[in-house]
Each structure stands twice: as structure tokens, then as C-alpha cells.
């Protein structure tokens, strides 16, 4: 079957770094996206990763090794704001995004 | 950028009526739109995927009498829940996906609350 495995929850202190791991088991591999989710919101596109290697988006970056089925969104300078569930989502061969359960980010001050 | 809109954002209802709940893409043609469902501290679950033109197919565990999907046309897909009970109370969200996406394949609308007393 296909999985997506995140942490359920993390900690972490205002204006450090946190790195949010996600590795996955997919029939087929056509890209990773991470999504972040504010509590009673819907999802909100962060970054997207097809090739192996990092991918920099201000203070949000993604990393991704197709070989090891590994992810990971590394979120610097955190900010209070930063507090959300991020989300990691493979598309399959077929074109079907299948979602991880999320990772709940707690940043405390 | 690709925005989709969900209608309404917060809905209370009584057992055994029916909800609409709209979603458009506002400024693309989506030719599919997806439906899914978000219990509390839960993942997004999807629902069913929405065909222009075409019958939904709807994921397994899913009951299509239940919840209806139409999607009429290349900018409104609708999730009709039929007779609802208060355990289809939870967050409704849609999705579109724009041409050319490949980056960025979803694009969603800001979801409906659903609570069914």
C-alpha cells in the first residue's frame, strides 16, 4: 500500500530552526509538495520537489532524496505566526496526490 | 493566481435536511475538482474527485447517494450531503487543479464547517 509518514507533533522556540522529516512508500513517484494548514483553514501551498536537492524559498526550504523516499521542510527564524500543521503529499504514478497526517508545529516564545 | 472559492465557509444544520456547498475556480477552467473531509486533528481524507460533464468517483467508503457531486461546468463542482446526520459534521474543503499546475496541483478553497445538531 502507500504510506506517508510524518511526525505528529514538534516543538519549537521563536527565531530557531526546525526540521519537519517525511518519508513515503508510493506506487510511482511525480513530485512532493508540502502544504501548510492554520487550525480551521484550508491548506496553503509551500514548496514542490521533483528532483533530488534543496529548494529554497525564503525562510522555507525542501529537501528531497527520491532514492530514500525522504523528505524534509526546514523552516528558519521561526515566527509565532509559523504555528500550523505542515503537510506532506506525494503524486503517484497515477497522478493522485496521497497526503501524510500532518505534522503539528507548536512554537513556543 | 489560480483562486478557488468555497460557499458557504460555515454551516449549521438540523438531522435529516440536505447542504450545498459550492466551490468555483475563479479565474481558470478546472476541468477536475476534488472534495474532501478533515475530522478534527485528522488528515485531509479525500472524497470523491469531480469530472466536468462526467459522473464524480468517489473513494472507497464513500457513499455517492449521500454526498452528491456535480460539476456542471468548467468553474462550479457542488457537494450536495443529503440527509445529514451529526456525524457528517466536520471541514469540507475543495480543490481545483489549474492547467499547467505541475508545481503546484491544488489549489483550495478555504472550506466549509459542517454542523449537523
Known amino acids: 500500500g502507500q504510506n506517508i509518514d510524518q511526525p505528529t507533533e514538534m516543538t519549537a522556540t521563536e527565531g530557531a530552526i526546525v526540521q519537519i522529516n517525511c518519508t513515503y512508500q508510493?506506487?510511482?513517484?511525480?513530485?512532493l509538495f508540502w502544504y501548510q494548514q492554520h487550525a480551521g483553514e484550508a491548506p496553503t501551498f509551500l514548496s514542490y520537489?521533483?528532483l533530488d536537492g534543496l529548494e529554497e524559498k525564503g525562510r522555507f526550504s525542501s529537501f528531497l532524496s527520491r532514492s530514500k523516499g525522504y523528505s524534509y521542510l526546514l523552516l528558519k527564524e521561526l515566527q509565532m505566526k509559523d504555528s500550523a500543521s505542515y503537510l506532506c503529499?506525494?503524486?503517484?504514478?497515477?497522478?493522485?496526490?496521497?497526503w501524510g497526517a500532518g505534522t503539528k508545529l507548536i512554537i513556543k516564545p | 493566481g489560480a483562486v478557488v472559492s468555497q460557499h458557504p465557509s460555515r454551516v449549521i444544520c438540523k438531522s435529516g435536511t440536505s447542504v450545498k456547498i459550492e466551490c468555483r475556480s475563479l479565474?481558470?477552467?478546472?476541468?477536475?475538482m476534488f472534495w474532501y473531509r478533515q475530522f478534527p486533528k485528522q488528515s485531509l481524507m479525500l472524497m470523491a474527485t469531480?469530472?466536468?460533464?462526467?459522473?464524480?468517483?468517489?473513494e472507497q467508503g464513500v457513499e455517492k447517494d449521500k454526498f452528491l457531486i456535480n460539476h456542471a461546468s468548467l468553474t462550479l463542482s457542488t457537494l450536495t450531503v443529503t440527509s445529514a446526520h451529526p456525524e457528517d459534521s466536520s471541514f469540507y474543503i475543495c480543490?481545483?487543479?489549474?492547467?499547467?499546475?505541475?508545481?503546484?496541483?491544488?489549489?483550495f478553497g478555504n472550506g466549509t464547517r459542517l454542523t449537523v445538531t
Open positions: 520537489n521533483v
Open positions: 508510493t506506487s510511482g513517484f511525480n513530485g
Open positions: 480543490s481545483a487543479s489549474a492547467p499547467d499546475s505541475g508545481s503546484s496541483p491544488l489549489h
Open positions: 469531480s469530472n466536468e460533464g462526467s459522473k464524480a468517483t468517489y
Open positions: 479565474d481558470f477552467q478546472a476541468t477536475t
Open positions: 503529499a506525494v503524486r503517484d504514478s497515477n497522478y493522485q496526490l496521497i
